[in-house]
Structure formats: structure tokens, C-alpha cells
């Protein structure tokens, strides 16, 4: 079945440095991919998406990176701020299309 | 969240009691699904439904049951709790698979002692 990690559990980053936090995914017939955002105590959160047939997607301060070669995935988030301190999960679509989750990165904003 | 309430929020109960959780939703979205969520695991998937009385086993679904007998509602139900399911649900609900994100309730924290 489908496997998602992300390579670090935590990463620490001063306040206004850009964050780039990576994924792996294993079924190479994944289509769709989620980042989420959790603050604690709070369920998940969408931040953004990405389909197969891209390679790069831009939101607010976030961009999503997808390298299908190496089943790659990343998120990068631009001038971090405190406010982006959360533990942050990838997402791929496996068997029958749900969704499955990686492990989560802590993302810790020093000051 | 907008759209999607778990209750309750918390919750302390007894090995070997039953405990259901509710899952709300006024989004209309067809697909609705339970996970759990534990240090080092990620979220993982207990059962979800993709229509009224249509429910399928998720990855850790031993243990778990879970009803939908309106659009709205899911519910999921631990026949005999055991510690082993002390842990935080989430509920999440999606219009369509593959090709939409899952739109999370807040959670229930859940300990069993």
C-alpha cells in the first residue's frame, strides 16, 4: 500500500527565513497531494494542493514542489512568522483514492 | 471548523465500557471518514462512508464500528474500550475522493484507564 513520510519530525527556523519541509511518497500512481497544517489542540488544516500533472503550485507564502521522478514533495513557506509554528503533514492519494498521511514535522519559529 | 463538529471533546471512560463519538456535518459532502491520530503514527484510517448505510473498514478498523443513517451523521462506536484505543479522532468529510482535500473536525480526545 501507499506510504507517506516526511524527513524530519522537527525543524527549527528564525523568524523571517524561509521553511522548506519535505515529503516522500511510495505509489508512484498517487495523483493528488495535500499539505495540512495542525496547530495544537486543532484538527488539520488544508494549506494546499497540487495534482499530478503539475510540478509546482504557489499560494500565499506557500509553494508546493512535486518531483514524480524521485516521489518527492515539498512545502516551502516564505518569511516564516510565528504564526506558522504547527506540526505540518503531507498527503497522497493511494488505494481507491483516499488520502494518506505522512508522519508530521514539527516547525519551530525562533524569535 | 466550519461545517464540521465532533463531540464530545473530550472524553474519560472505563475499559470495557462502549463509547460512541459523533461526527456532524452541515457541508452536504457525501464521503466522511474516522481517523486516529498517535505520536509517531500520523493519522491513520478506522472506517469511512461514501453515502448513507454505505461504510467500508479503514487500516485499523478491529475494535471499531460505525453507523450513517443520515447524511449528516457518523458515528463511530468502540464496542468494549480497551487503553490501547486512548488516543484523538478526528472526523473529516470530503464531496468527492481523489481530487478533493478532507475538511478536519477539531477532534475528541479519548483516554481509556
Known amino acids: 500500500g501507499e506510504s507517506v513520510g516526511l524527513h524530519l519530525p522537527t525543524l527549527s527556523v528564525q523568524e523571517g527565513d524561509n521553511s522548506i519541509i519535505n515529503c516522500a511518497y511510495s505509489?508512484?500512481?498517487?495523483?493528488?497531494f495535500i499539505w495540512y497544517k495542525q496547530e495544537s489542540g486543532k484538527g488539520p488544516q488544508f494549506i494546499i494542493d497540487i495534482r499530478s500533472n503539475m510540478d509546482k503550485r504557489q499560494g500565499q507564502r506557500v509553494t508546493v514542489l512535486l518531483n514524480k521522478t524521485v516521489k518527492h514533495l515539498s512545502l516551502q513557506i516564505a518569511a516564516t512568522q510565528p504564526g506558522d509554528s504547527a506540526v505540518y503533514f503531507c498527503a497522497a492519494t493511494g488505494g481507491g483514492n483516499k488520502l494518506t498521511f505522512g508522519t508530521g514535522t514539527q516547525l519551530k519559529v525562533e524569535l | 471548523d466550519a461545517g464540521i463538529t465532533q463531540s464530545p471533546r473530550h472524553k474519560v471512560t472505563e475499559t470495557g465500557t462502549p463509547v460512541t463519538l459523533r461526527c456532524h456535518q452541515t457541508e452536504n459532502h457525501r464521503y466522511m471518514y474516522w481517523y486516529r491520530q498517535d505520536p509517531g503514527h500520523g493519522l491513520r484510517l478506522i472506517h469511512y462512508?461514501?453515502?448513507?448505510?454505505?461504510?467500508d473498514k479503514g487500516e485499523v478498523s478491529d475494535g471499531y464500528s460505525v453507523s450513517r443513517s443520515k447524511t449528516e451523521d457518523f458515528l463511530l462506536t468502540l464496542e468494549s474500550a480497551t487503553s490501547s484505543q486512548t488516543s484523538v479522532y478526528f472526523c473529516?468529510?470530503?464531496?468527492?475522493?481523489?481530487?478533493?482535500?478532507?475538511?478536519f473536525g477539531s477532534g475528541t480526545r479519548l483516554t481509556v484507564v
Open positions: 505509489n508512484s500512481a498517487s495523483d493528488y
Open positions: 473529516a468529510i470530503s464531496p468527492q475522493e481523489g481530487t478533493n482535500g478532507y475538511t
Open positions: 462512508s461514501y453515502g448513507v448505510k454505505d461504510t
